[in-house]
C-alpha cells in the first residue's frame, strides 16, 4: 500500500530534550516536506526536500532540522525543544522534484506536546 | 506574493442540501489550486485540482469545484452534501510553493 508513515504518533516531552520525529515514504517520491498544523493557521510549511542531499527552509524553519540521505526518509529533528512548538506535525510527499502541480499525499500525523 | 483565504471558518448545512466552501486566491501568475480534506485524528487527503483547461474539476467523493479567473476564486462544493462530509477542509494555491487557507470546517446534521 502506497503510504507515508510517521512515527511517534504522540509525543510529550520537557524542554530542551532533543527529539526526532521520523517519516518514510514507499512511493519513491522526489519531494518531501514537513508542516505544522496550528489553530487557525492551516498548515505552514517547516522544511522541504527536493532530492536527497537538498533540503531548503519553508515559512517556519527556525528551532527545526531536517536530512535527507535517502530518498525515503525525511527525519525532522528539534534540537532544544520549546513550548511554543508544541502542535500537530505533518510529513507529506510528492511525484514531482517541485511541489507543484502534484497532489501532496500526508502521513497520519504526529502530536507534540512540550512542557 | 501569493495567498489563500476561506472566508468563512465553519459551514453547516443540513443533509440533502447543496454545499459550498468558498476560496479565494491572490498569485502572480497561473496557479495550481487544490483541496484537501482532514477528518478527526487524520491527515490530510487530496480531493482535487486545477491545474489548466476546463474551469469546472471533478474530484473523489462526489466534490467539484469551480476555477474562475476573474473573481480570483476556487470554491469548492458538493450537490448533496451527507453527514460523512463533516470534516476539516483546506483550499490550497501552489504557485512557487505550497499555501494553505486556514480551513473550514464543515458540519452536516442528518
Known amino acids: 500500500e502506497a503510504q507515508v508513515t510517521q512515527n511517534p504518533r504522540y509525543l510529550i516531552t520537557v524542554t530542551g530534550k532533543k527529539l526526532t520525529v521520523t517519516c518514510s515514504q514507499n512511493m519513491n517520491h522526489e519531494y518531501m516536506s514537513w508542516y505544522r498544523q496550528d489553530p487557525g493557521l492551516g498548515l505552514r510549511q517547516i522544511y522541504y526536500s527536493m532530492n536527497v542531499e537538498v533540503t531548503d527552509k519553508g515559512d517556519v524553519p527556525e528551532g527545526y532540522k531536517v536530512s535527507r540521505k535517502e530518498k525515503r526518509n525525511f527525519p525532522l529533528i528539534l534540537e532544544s525543544p520549546s513550548p511554543n512548538q508544541t502542535s500537530l506535525y505533518f510529513c507529506?510527499?510528492?511525484?514531482?522534484?517541485?511541489?507543484?502541480?502534484?497532489?501532496?499525499?500526508f502521513g497520519p500525523g504526529t502530536r507534540l506536546t512540550v512542557l | 506574493a501569493q495567498s489563500v483565504a476561506q472566508p468563512e471558518d465553519q459551514v453547516n448545512v443540513a443533509e440533502g442540501n447543496p454545499l459550498t466552501v468558498k476560496c479565494t486566491y491572490s498569485v502572480s501568475g497561473n496557479p495550481y489550486l487544490f483541496w484537501y480534506v482532514q477528518y478527526p485524528n487524520r491527515g490530510l487527503q487530496f480531493l482535487l485540482k486545477y491545474i489548466t483547461g476546463d474551469n469546472l474539476v471533478k474530484g473523489s467523493y462526489g466534490f467539484e469545484a469551480e476555477f474562475n479567473k476573474s473573481q480570483t476564486s476556487f470554491h469548492l462544493k458538493k450537490p448533496s452534501a451527507l453527514v460523512s462530509d463533516s470534516a476539516l477542509y483546506f483550499c490550497v494555491v501552489n504557485d512557487y510553493k505550497l499555501s494553505f487557507g486556514a480551513g473550514t470546517t464543515v458540519t452536516v446534521r442528518a
Open positions: 507529506a510527499s510528492s511525484f514531482g522534484r517541485l511541489a507543484a502541480p502534484w497532489e501532496q499525499y
